[in-house]
């Protein structure tokens, strides 16, 4: 079992910034790619971004695409979401989720193993 739980969450203007980060524990963290998904409401959760297990590769959702970066800590069990020129449409709930891969990173919300509870992200305009 991997127990995520993610922090960093909360209420910015159009045009702010957050880091939202994930602390994991329970096995070995370097043996998962991590991704960050988010759920609005009355909509589907969905891909966002996701790094190997090495921090070597990464993937990201075209509608966050250089704005958004991910990284990972494998010395602190942790990875980051550095979230800037939010939009309003990024409002939602973000999941932090674990993947026990070792390829590529992956997308799909199937593909993943472990999941934190979520933390709320919400950008005023």
């Known amino acids: 079992q991997v127990q995520l739980v993610e922090s960093g969450g909360g209420l910015v203007q159009a045009g702010g910034s957050l880091r939202l980060s994930c602390v994991a524990s329970g096995r070995t963290f370097s043996n998962y790619a991590m991704g960050w998904f988010r759920q609005a409401p009355g909509k589907e959760r969905e891909f966002v971004a996701a790094?190997?297990?090495?921090?070597?590769?990464?993937r990201y959702a075209d509608s966050v695409k250089g704005r958004f970066t991910i990284s990972r800590d494998n010395a602190k069990n942790t990875v980051y979401l550095q979230m800037n020129t939010l939009k309003p449409e990024d409002t939602a709930v973000y999941y932090c989720?674990?993947?026990?891969?070792?390829?590529?990173?992956?997308?799909?919300?199937?593909?993943?193993?472990?999941w934190g509870q979520g933390i709320q992200v919400t950008v005023s305009s």
């Open positions: 989720a674990a993947d026990s891969s070792l390829g590529f990173p992956r997308v799909s919300v199937s593909e993943y193993d472990y």
């Open positions: 790094i190997s297990w090495s921090g070597g590769s990464t």
